[in-house]
Each structure stands twice: as C-alpha cells, then as structure tokens.
C-alpha cells in the first residue's frame, strides 16, 4: 500500500528523498495536505516558457529542445514507448525544480535522473540559470542499451 502507483516512477539522487516525502505526505488526510514537503505547482501565467519532450524507442523527440534563461519553464515529459525511459541531464543541477508525478507535487534542489514508465508523465517547473548546451541521454539497459541506440539529445538553455 505505500509503494502504490508512484513507485512504478523511480527516482534518483537527490529526488528520492523528495519523492518518498511527497508520496508519504499524499497518504495523509487531507487536512495535512500543505505538509511541506509538497509544494503547489507555480501558477500558470503568460511568461512561462513551455516545452513537451517524449521519450520513446531510442530518441527524445524532438532531438533539441531550446529555453531561455531567467524565464520561467514548464517541460512536460511524456513516455510514449512500450518501456521504461530515463530522462538525464546536468542541465538541471542546482536548479530549484518542482516536479508533478500523477498528481502529487514535489520541489527538489537540482535534478540529475528520472526513470518515466510507459505512458508516464512528468511536468518539471524550474527557473534555468546557466546557459549553455547541455545533453539529455537515457542509459536504460532494457531490452537493449538506449544510449547505444542513438538516445541522446539537447538541451540548449540560451
Ligand atoms: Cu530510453
């Protein structure tokens, strides 16, 4: 019962314990729901930059995804393939990140590794600071190593 369907969602470094928390924090009553490892999603307004990513067998589509600095950024992640992919970066490090997983909101300190399951999806909420071009890769092993594959992309934050 408390690894329920967020847990098919892996986690690592530094948002495990985020996660765990925010999931914790779902199960209780709804009194307690502005614990604060949960945070509420940022309001939506007209000068949020916003981009979708999929991620399917091999490819992040599109390949190179542009956002601007200093602005704030919706990045939505959709798994549209049949297995589990990863969505890695150093584009996100230090970066203060609030991430929506079915429902359940969480905000983290950096962001280096997702794991998205078939048909998951990830809305990422952060402010990017550093420009520069940095890579997005998914070193999934199953069935078949997607790095080698050609699963790799960008990241270009201007
Ligand atoms: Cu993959």
Do not use: W
Not at 18 to 43: G, N, Q
């Amino acid at each position: 019962m408390r690894y329920s369907n967020t847990t098919s969602l892996l986690l690592c470094g530094f948002i495990a314990c985020a996660l765990i928390a925010a999931v914790s924090a779902e199960m209780l009553p709804s009194s307690d729901e502005k614990s604060a490892a949960v945070h509420h999603e940022i309001p939506y307004t007209s000068g949020v930059q916003q981009a979708t990513i999929y991620l399917q067998e091999y490819r992040f589509e599109p390949a190179l995804t542009t956002l601007k600095a200093g602005q704030p950024a919706r990045l939505v992640l959709i798994n549209r393939g049949n297995t589990v992919h990863e969505f890695v970066t150093d584009a996100l490090h230090g970066v203060v990140v609030t991430m929506k997983v079915q429902g359940t909101l969480a905000e983290m300190q950096g962001l280096s590794e997702l794991e998205i399951p078939p048909g998951g999806k990830v809305v990422l909420r952060f402010t990017p600071e550093q420009t520069g071009e940095f890579a997005i890769a998914c070193h999934a092993s199953m069935p078949k190593d997607h790095f080698k594959q050609g699963m790799v992309g960008k990241l270009l934050i201007q």
